[in-house]
């Protein structure tokens, strides 16, 4: 109960450094609808075929951007601020106070989970307004909030994880976009897949976690077949990542400061 009552605590000193660096905030906000604004625009308005389904290509692009959007507030995002803050050495004199790891860590995760709930929410109400794009209801949306919430948590423990792997605050941002931005274009994220795409390429996209965690964020979105397979593989990814950053996660500055 006090490792709950610490981690809420944190929360809102997490909340607000957040908002107390506005054009940080701007930007986790803007991106995915700034990247919805210009697919819709440079490709227009059409019919896309999902199976035996038959949707607007606003409808899809605003799924495609939430997702997107999660995955910048809670992989990107987690993965840099982190590292910014363990070479500042901010994650050292934390581990000296009486506050928990996990409470900060738990932090850092509920935040970025909330701010992701928040810009799914700006997002499709934006899409809805500007384009008509659907809104699931009913048990789609139940799915749909399932899915958000395992595929926020997993892709918060992924950036935890990759911190591992970056040395230095500079080496951040290549490596976080090195890691994540080929996998968008992948998993059919910013390029809907239809019939002409490679099989190579759907058999890549088949084994990282953001082919099924868009078609889970599809599935609540547009009413395409739900499969409990992706939320499992995304499930599955998200405790490899947390395993690894049990693992491997360092509160030292890499370069020795």
Same mark, same amino acid.
């Given at each position: 109960? =006090? ?21 940080? /905030? ?30 607007? !290509? ?24 982190? #590292?910014?803050?363990? +070479? ?8 000296? #106070? ?6 900060? $860590?738990?932090? =850092?995760?509920?935040?970025?989970? $909330?701010? !992701? ?34 595929? /926020?948590?997993?892709?918060?423990? &992924? ?5 591992? $792997? ?16 080929? &996998?968008?274009? &992948? ?6 897949? +239809?019939?002409?795409?490679? !099989? ?29 397979? +992706? ?18 996660? #360092? ?7």
């Amino acid at each position: 109960m =006090r490792a709950a009552r610490l981690t809420l605590s944190q929360v809102r000193y997490v909340n607000k450094a957040f908002w107390r660096n506005p054009s940080s /905030a701007f930007f986790t906000f803007a991106f995915p609808l700034m990247f919805l604004v210009i697919f819709t625009a440079l490709l227009g308005h059409f019919t896309l075929h999902l199976g035996s389904l038959s949707v607007k !290509s606003s409808t899809y692009y605003v799924a495609a951007m939430a997702t997107f959007g999660v995955i910048t507030a809670c992989y990107m995002n987690m993965a840099i601020s982190i #590292t910014f803050q363990r +070479d500042a050495g901010v994650l050292k004199r934390m581990d000296g #106070t009486p506050l928990p790891g996990g409470s900060f $860590l738990g932090a =850092r995760i509920l935040h970025a989970m $909330l701010m !992701s709930i928040l810009l799914v929410a700006i997002t499709a109400t934006f899409g809805r307004i500007l384009y008509g794009a659907e809104i699931p209801t009913g048990v789609n949306l139940l799915r749909f909030v399932l899915v958000l919430a395992v595929g /926020a948590a997993s892709f918060c423990a &992924l950036g935890l994880a990759v911190t591992s $792997l970056i040395p230095n605050a500079d080496a951040a941002g290549p490596i976080v976009n090195g890691s994540i931005m080929p &996998l968008l274009f &992948l998993s059919g994220i910013f390029i809907a897949f +239809d019939s002409r795409t490679p !099989s190579w390429i759907l058999w890549v996209a088949r084994l990282f976690p953001v082919r099924h965690f868009a078609l889970g964020m599809q599935a609540g979105f547009i009413g395409t077949p739900f499969d409990w397979t +992706d939320v499992l593989i995304v499930a599955a990814w998200g405790v490899a990542g947390l395993l690894l950053s049990i693992r491997f996660f #360092t509160w030292e500055p890499r370069s020795g400061q």
